[in-house]
T-cell receptor, first 113, second 114 residues
Framework: DAGVIQSPRHEVTEMGQEVTLRCKPI?????LFWYRQTMMRGLELLIYFNNNVPIDDSGMPEDRFSAKMPNASFSTLKIQPSEPRDSAVYFC???????????FGPGTRLTVT | KQEVTQIPAALSVPEGENLVLNCSFTDSAIYNLQWFRQDPGKGLTSLLLIQSSQREQTSGRLNASLDKSSGRSTLYIAASQPGDSATYLCAVGPLVGNTGKLIFGQGTTLQVKP
């Protein structure tokens, strides 16, 4: 199994630009999670989906952030417009809902200048 | 509200030492508890998963225990090696409310010196 796949691995963009992060969960998993990690705040859950439906988006910091899961094998996290304080590593994770053992992707390191 | 705490924040030991990492949580109504390892600049790697009905899980030199009544879990690492140097995070899955999510501790950064 290829594990959770994220792209891009690194993204450098200018303030005000739109950023789209992508995630492919492990085949057969029905839950998907988006996290953000910074030195100051640690690991934060932004949003999670079960069977492609958003369950809890209370961690999404602002309306500039949006996430979609159009099918069981693909999800996107979009930031529009991006700001320097959005600089962080963004992780995607997936699991089987009934087991809740989460597997993480390698992350996308986002730098907004 | 569930809170997860890991103490100490950092630990340095000589190679070969057996060590214990601690994780405490405030609400004993948990679905499961998961231990992760994170190497610098990398993602999280799942080490062990303990279901709420279990007391411990073992994988190689690692042993994780769970005591729900006291709100504690420990990760025991036997015969530590320099390659064990990493940040170790524990995460609790709640039994009620927003099930399916994990609540993370801040982690313990371990350095094993050769």
């Amino acid at each position: 199994d290829a594990g959770v796949i994220q792209s891009p691995r690194h993204e450098v963009t200018e303030m005000g630009q739109e950023v789209t992060l992508r995630c492919k969960p492990i085949s057969g998993h029905n839950s998907l999670f988006w996290y953000r990690q910074t030195m100051m705040r640690g690991l934060e859950l932004l949003i999670y989906f079960n069977n492609n439906v958003p369950i809890d988006d209370s961690g999404m910091p602002e309306d500039r952030f949006s996430a979609k899961m159009p099918n069981a094998s693909f999800s996107t996290l979009k930031i529009q417009p991006s700001e320097p304080r959005d600089s962080a590593v963004y992780f995607c994770a997936s699991s089987l809902w009934t087991v809740n053992e989460q597997y993480f992707g390698p992350g996308t390191r986002l730098t907004v200048t | 509200k569930q809170e997860v705490t890991q103490i100490p924040a950092a630990l340095s030991v000589p190679e070969g030492e057996n060590l214990v990492l601690n994780c405490s949580f405030t609400d004993s109504a948990i679905y499961n508890l998961q231990w992760f390892r994170q190497d610098p600049g990398k993602g999280l790697t799942s080490l062990l998963l303990i279901q709420s009905s279990q007391r411990e899980q073992t994988s190689g030199r690692l042993n994780a225990s769970l005591d729900k009544s006291s709100g504690r879990s420990t990760l025991y690492i036997a015969a530590s090696q320099p390659g064990d140097s990493a940040t170790y995070l524990c995460a609790v899955g709640p039994l009620v409310g927003n099930t399916g999510k994990l609540i993370f501790g801040q982690g313990t950064t371990l350095q094993v010196k050769p």
